[in-house]
Every structure is written in structure tokens, then in C-alpha cells.
């Protein structure tokens, strides 16, 4: 099993499941593999840990949007830990700043595809993972972050990125509020499909990291734009 970091990711690149009607796309996966138990450089609430022994590595995608339903950009994770005969042996995703691991409800394995690929479901517009979609009904307010409340939260600049990126007025806080809602509120049909994500999104996580205040001042600027019309 002697392949780069790269193949590893491709290998076991999750199929990511959203609602039919979700207004945004995954725009770039940054990915890190795992040999020894360290912190998370995209997830810093998280030290991957496993048992070595049996472990051969952990893949960690960085799922980037440039649009969560309710604010400017996310950052999702799945973490894929692959057993030392190349098997998905656990399989983990992010939530709302936390992290659920991803199981059949009927059995408790990992979720995969007929190709033995990892699969996960997407919270409509708002992409927390999940290993079932049953499971949105869960959530609070999950019809009502599409509708009335798209855009409440405006824009928060990641405090890894406050040097270039200024902390935004009251102004642009709210140009960016009624962009979101007056362009992407829906109506979720909880109906899911697989998201158009290839692999051709993947990249190491230091070149998306440091990508992101390019994306972030981009979509800035198309909504001042936008204003401006």
C-alpha cells in the first residue's frame, strides 16, 4: 500500500449527498493524511487519535463552500480512518462544531457505496455531515435556515485569517445578509442526490488554507458588485 498522499485522498474521496434543490456547490476539499495521533490544523477543536497499530492512516477533508445558507463560507470535515488492509474502519464527519461518527443506523458500520467508497449526507444549505438523512428532521431549525433565516449571520472572518481579511462593518455585514437571503433562500426537499465533487477539487490543506482569504474577498467583492446593479 505504498501510495502518496494524494492517491490516498482520491481513494477514499467521500460521495457527499445533498438535497436536490441545495444552492451551493462543494468548491475545493483540502485533504491531510494521518500517520501518528496530532492536532487538526483545519479542525483545531480536534486531536486525531487511533490505534496504530491496526491503523494505517486517517484521510481528513476540509470541505470548502463558498456560502453556507446563513453566512459567508464553510468549512466542513469528514475524517476517513482506513485499517491496515486498506478497509474503512471508521468513518467520521463534522457537526455544527462537533463531530458524529458516520454509521448505519441499522448496524453501526461505516456508510459506503456499492464501490466501497465513503458516503455522507449533507445538511441542506447548511452542510453539517450526516449518516442518514432521516436525521436533518433532528436538527432545530433546519427548514427555517433555508427560508426566513438565510443570511442572518452575515459574515464572521475566521480568526485565522483577521490579518488579511479586516473584520467587516456593519454595512458590508448586512449587504452580505440580504445577498444570501435574496439569492439562495429555498425551500430543502430532503429528495437527495450526489453532489457534483470530483476529484479534481482535492488539494492539500496548506494550499487551500491558504486560498481561502482570495475566496472570502472574492465573494465580497461579486456582492458589492451586486449592490451596485
Not at 49 to 63: F, M, S
Not at 133 to 161: Q, T
Not at 199 to 217: Q, V
Request: hydrophobic residues 35%.
Amino acid at each position: 500500500m505504498d501510495r502518496t498522499d494524494r492517491e490516498w485522498a482520491e481513494k477514499y474521496f467521500p460521495v457527499f449527498m445533498t438535497d436536490e434543490r441545495e444552492p451551493f456547490e462543494i468548491r475545493a476539499v483540502g485533504y491531510t493524511v494521518f500517520r501518528m495521533d496530532a492536532r487538526s490544523s483545519s479542525f483545531p477543536r480536534r486531536i486525531i487519535r487511533a490505534d496504530w497499530e491496526r491503523t494505517e492512516l486517517i484521510v481528513e477533508y476540509a470541505v470548502w463552500f463558498d456560502y453556507d445558507i446563513q453566512h459567508l463560507y464553510e468549512l466542513e470535515h469528514v475524517w476517513v480512518s482506513v485499517g491496515k488492509d486498506g478497509a474503512v474502519e471508521k468513518l467520521e464527519g463534522s457537526f455544527h462544531g462537533k463531530y458524529l461518527n458516520q454509521v448505519r443506523l441499522d448496524g453501526g458500520q461505516p456508510s459506503l457505496d456499492e464501490n466501497g467508497r465513503p458516503l455522507v449526507w449533507l445538511q441542506p444549505g447548511k452542510h453539517a455531515v450526516l449518516p442518514d438523512p432521516r436525521l436533518v428532521y433532528l436538527v432545530p431549525d433546519w427548514r427555517e435556515s433555508c427560508r426566513e433565516l438565510a443570511g442572518i449571520d452575515g459574515l464572521a472572518v475566521p480568526e485565522a485569517f483577521r490579518g488579511p481579511l479586516p473584520e467587516p462593518d456593519e454595512r458590508t455585514q448586512e449587504r452580505v445578509r440580504r445577498y444570501i437571503r435574496e439569492h439562495f433562500s429555498f425551500e430543502p426537499s430532503l429528495l437527495f442526490e450526489p453532489a457534483k465533487a470530483s476529484k479534481a477539487l482535492l488539494m492539500p490543506w496548506e494550499r487551500l488554507r491558504e486560498s481561502i482569504p482570495d475566496r472570502l474577498a472574492a465573494q465580497l467583492a461579486k456582492i458589492e458588485r451586486n449592490e451596485k446593479e
